[in-house]
């Protein structure tokens, strides 16, 4: 596709549930990145791709996210036992190697009840 | 450790005034800088950005930028507002290792 997609656009879960959000960056893209934003706040960095490198998880903020980016292209972030405070726009963006200039999904919005 | 700060969490002006959002970063080197605007509903979009050379640098939507390196600035200019600027802004700053900064925001009223 010409942009960024994510999937769903809207997810409502029931407190301990896990949920899946996926990411379909930029045809060629190499970098890849996941977001947090809390209603009101910025962007909280959770994890970055690059390539087939190991990945920079230093922004999950707990064990019960995970990522993980297959063939080099889509990726999944997992919330596993969702917490009230997981609620959050959920931004998944992509860039071309060596490149800063980032793109961004439309974000996925998750309500955990 | 590095920063980006945007001290205002709203601004109102009217539609055909003129706007200046202000950002302020911390960060050893020189950075590269982005302003990024945030409609209702959507994801980021980028409207200028500063890696090296002029440091007034123009962006889409008529927006421009300039970099003050001696007051660690990156504020975001325009001359003339229009309703459908109204949206949230975020500066960045990129720090070389792929990993980007971002301000809290700054979202823009546009009262008629």
């Known amino acids: 596709g010409a942009g960024v997609s994510q999937s769903p656009s809207n997810k409502v879960t029931e407190k301990g549930k896990d949920v899946e959000l996926r990411c379909d960056p930029i045809?060629?893209?190499?970098?890849l990145y996941w977001y947090r934003q809390s209603l009101g706040q910025g962007l909280e960095f959770l994890i970055y791709?690059?390539?087939?490198?190991?990945?920079?998880k230093s922004g999950l903020p707990s064990d019960r996210f995970s990522a993980e980016r297959t063939g080099g292209s889509v990726s999944t972030l997992t919330i596993q036992r969702t917490q009230q405070e997981d609620s959050a726009v959920y931004l998944c963006?992509?860039?071309?190697?060596?490149?800063?200039?980032?793109?961004f999904g439309p974000g996925t919005r998750l309500l955990v009840l | 450790a590095q920063s980006v700060t945007q001290p205002d969490i709203h601004i109102t002006v009217s539609e055909g005034a003129s706007l200046e959002l202000r950002c302020n970063y911390s960060y050893g080197a020189t950075p590269y800088l982005f302003w990024y605007v945030q409609s209702p509903g959507q994801g980021l979009q980028l409207l200028l950005k500063y890696f090296s050379g002029d440091t007034l640098v123009q962006g889409i939507k008529g927006f421009e930028a300039e970099f003050k390196r001696s007051q660690s600035s990156f504020n975001l200019r325009k001359p003339s507002v229009h309703w459908s600027d109204a949206a949230e802004y975020f500066c960045a700053v990129g720090t070389g290792g792929f990993k980007t900064i971002f301000g809290a925001g700054t979202r823009l009223f546009v009262k008629a």
């Open positions: 045809s060629g893209h190499t970098a």
């Open positions: 963006a992509s860039s071309m190697e060596y490149q800063e200039t980032q793109y």
């Open positions: 791709f690059q390539g087939n490198s190991a990945p920079d």
